[in-house]
């Protein structure tokens, strides 16, 4: 019922930049936290950055100055400017959002999008 869509994912040279960016749709009462995961092949997924409605961030140790990270909660659009890429940043990247589908209950749903790959080369 809620649908994230990213884009911006690419290849970039090392040292290079990129900006991810995410919108969500749909049925959308508001939106607590968003954030970025990624996945490597052979890894397991893990957080990247999260931003909450009263714009509290967060970053994984590895992105921390770095990654940026920015929402604008009247669009319920969230991005991600990744700078200083390093090969290990490859991998694909997953936008989440905490969602509260409507004003009846206050029960949050996360929902994720399908991913974008970001391929940094060596």
């Known amino acids: 019922q809620v649908q994230l869509v990213e884009s911006g994912g690419g290849l970039v040279q090392a040292g290079g930049s990129l900006r991810l960016s995410c919108a969500a749709s749909g049925s959308i009462f508001s939106v607590s936290v968003m954030g970025w995961y990624r996945q490597a092949p052979g890894k397991q997924r893990e957080l990247v950055a999260t931003v909450t409605s009263s714009s509290n961030k967060q970053y994984a140790d590895s992105v921390k100055g770095r990654f940026t990270i920015s929402r604008d909660n009247a669009k319920n659009t969230v991005s991600l400017e990744m700078n200083s890429l390093k090969y290990e940043d490859t991998a694909v990247y997953y936008c989440?959002?905490?969602?509260?589908?409507?004003?009846?209950?206050?029960?949050?749903?996360?929902?994720w999008g399908q991913g974008t790959q970001v391929t940094v080369s060596s």
């Open positions: 989440k959002a905490l969602v509260q589908t409507t004003p009846r209950s206050d029960i949050q749903y996360q929902f």
